[in-house]
């Protein structure tokens, strides 16, 4: 019983260490690279253009069922020096 115990025990230790070794990087080619994250860049601007957007739509529809009238609070502001 205490041999099969130490058995298992080497075996799960040595499948422990093979599942956790780390693997060389895999070679990345620059343009590639630049052009991955030249689409990361557009989508993000494109996701934050549509962000502000739907704030603003969101903004207008409160107002307008709360019967709000006049500028946002942020437009009256002065602007700081």
Do not use: C, F
């Not at 990345?28 to 549509?50: F, L």
């Amino acid at each position: 019983m205490n041999i099969r115990i130490l058995m298992m025990s080497v075996a799960m230790a040595t499948t422990a260490g093979v599942v956790w070794a780390k693997l060389p990087a895999a070679p990345v080619d620059a343009a590639k690279a630049a052009e991955a994250k030249k689409k990361a860049d557009d989508a993000a601007k494109k996701d934050t253009e549509m962000l502000g957007k739907a704030q603003d739509r969101a903004v207008a529809n409160y107002r307008k069922n709360k019967g709000i009238r006049g500028l946002p609070a942020t437009a009256k502001a002065a602007p700081k020096k």
